[in-house]
């Protein structure tokens, strides 16, 4: 799940949103505080008519002499917040948001730091976007701009509820960090790391599948010699591209396997781009089935010779690759199954010491969730890279998977953190018991582990997920996952399955 790089609907949500959580009628905002619980202090802007920021200066004495004491600093600070301009489809984009499951959670979460007097939410969207339309209709589309038509008598923002927001992620983070800090890391095989180049065939095919209305784009990574017939798909996270893991597609295909990856239409980087635009709303929660089925189409056309009939490919055992929501939907392939219990008793707990961002999206997929498994008996190996599955699943049905999943989290991830959602899971699940294993990264985070098109050296995890995938699928090739070897200098890679398993005990 790429859940937050150029999100700027987002960016605009977090600094307006929670202020739009009020009915319409009420007059228009007046002050804006920010509650400082270190200084023990308030500051207070008076929003008035002001049009800019020498005139928030101006209602203020205090903020006179403080901008007079920093010759000026303070005035140009103030211009770069509250002028900054809103990003110029915003008003379109909330437009097609108003109502989506995506949208409700950010706005939830972003109401937890903004509070307004005795005014009840409205988690539509509906009154920030007719607060976005005022402002727009103004003539002053900035922040200011947005402040001034929010209705309300006074807005605080709690800084110590952001301060406690910090200090929960710190604590999703802390327990992988001792890990990896404790445990020794795997040895790096120098010859695993030798620069690639030329050893493959890229090539772009399209397919159609009955449950989408367009073909589905697949970009195909297949060896130039010495295939060994066996097939891997990687699927993406959200807001991804075939490309910002195609590195880890040329690696494998150096190595003899022929990689499919396929673009998910419903929540690609095509559909951030028209999101942004505002011609298509946030992905729905059906996109969580989809997906997975688009690799179980995918996979039935390869077998059936509608789809890349030229090639001699085994389709009765096949691995599948996956980051953020890509690793989910992989899991979704080996088994797992979907439940809503968890994220029922859940997701109206703002305050759940175990909340994190992709909360957001996974609580987003709630009236879905039991419509959700896409079980592939034909997946026999999975590597999920920082997958969201925290809220989704039944730990219980972990002994009924068809595939061994490796689990892979970055120590530094912010987005989804490794506490939650790796160490926990697997505590939960007796990973150990019935084969599968975690492997933490240092100083990993949700977006450097990633694995881009055309690199020189080899992906941090390109090994590992080789390594994987030939003990699982029993195929003979330079590197096994218990044979070692395939460590990284500069995010050190660690199996911490066991003592992950014994943590908490």
């Given amino acids: 799940m790429m859940f937050f790089r150029s999100r700027l609907w987002l960016f605009a949500i977090s600094f307006g949103a929670g202020l739009g959580l009020f009915p319409s009628s009420a007059p228009a905002l007046e002050r804006l505080v920010f509650d400082l619980p270190v200084l023990e202090s308030q500051i207070d802007f008076e929003l008035g008519a002001a049009q800019s920021a020498g005139d928030l200066i101006d209602a203020n004495p205090d903020f006179v002499e403080l901008d007079r004491a920093t010759d000026g600093a303070f005035e140009r600070l103030l211009n770069q917040v509250f002028n900054a301009p809103l990003p110029a489809q915003i008003e379109k984009v909330i437009e097609k948001s108003v109502g989506q499951p995506l949208l409700e959670q950010a ?86 790391r030798m620069p690639l180049s030329g050893l493959w065939l890229s090539q772009q095919v399209d397919f159609q599948a009955s449950h989408r209305s367009k073909p589905i784009r697949v970009v195909v990574i297949e060896p130039k010699s010495r295939s060994n017939g066996r097939l891997v798909v990687i699927s993406h996270g959200l807001w991804e591209s075939p490309r910002d893991l195609q590195g ?63 090639l001699s490919l085994n389709t009765d055992e096949v691995a599948v690759v996956g980051h953020s929501w890509g690793a989910t939907t992989a899991i979704q392939l080996a088994g797992a199954r979907s439940t809503d219990v968890k994220l029922s008793a859940r997701c109206h707990n703002q305050d759940d010491p175990e909340r994190n961002i992709s909360w957001i999206l996974q609580c987003s997929w709630l009236s879905k969730m039991n419509e959700s498994s896409v079980e592939d008996s034909r997946v026999k190996a999975v590597v999920a890279v920082s997958p969201p599955l925290r809220l989704l699943f039944d730990p219980r049905r972990t002994s009924v998977l068809t595939a061994k999943v490796l689990l892979v989290s970055g120590t530094r991830d912010w987005v989804v953190p490794p506490v939650p959602e790796a160490l926990v899971p697997m505590r939960d699940s007796g990973a150990l018991e019935f084969g599968h294993r975690l492997v933490l990264a240092q100083d990993g985070g949700h977006f450097n582990l990633m694995a881009p098109a055309n690199q020189l050296q080899p992906a941090t995890l390109a090994p590992l997920i080789l390594a994987w995938i030939n003990e699982q699928l029993a195929n003979p090739g330079v590197v096994t996952f218990s044979g070692g070897g395939w460590g990284d200098a500069v995010h050190p890679l660690v199996d911490v399955t066991d003592a992950a398993l014994n943590l908490y005990r």
């Fill in 248 to 310: 880890w597609a040329e690696y494998l295909s150096a190595n003899g396997y022929t990689v499919l990856l396929p673009e998910h239409q419903g929540s690609d980087a095509d559909q951030q781009k028209a999101m942004l635009a505002g011609d298509q709303p946030p992905p729905g929660p059906q996109e969580l089935r989809l997906r997975a089925m688009d690799v179980t189409a995918m996979l039935s056309a390869v077998e059936s010779g509608g789809l890349l009939s030229r």
């Fill in 107 to 192: 706005l939830i979460a972003v109401s937890k730091l903004v509070q307004v007097e005795g005014l009840p939410q409205d988690t539509s969207g509906r009154m920030l976007l007719e607060a976005l339309s005022r402002a727009s209709k103004s003539g002053q589309p900035t922040v200011l701009g947005l402040l001034r038509q929010i209705p309300g008598q006074a807005a605080s923002i709690n800084l110590s509820k952001l301060a406690s927001y910090v200090s929960r992620l710190q604590r999703n983070q802390l327990a992988a960090n001792l890990l990896v800090e404790k445990e020794a890391s795997v040895q790096i095989k120098t010859g695993l």
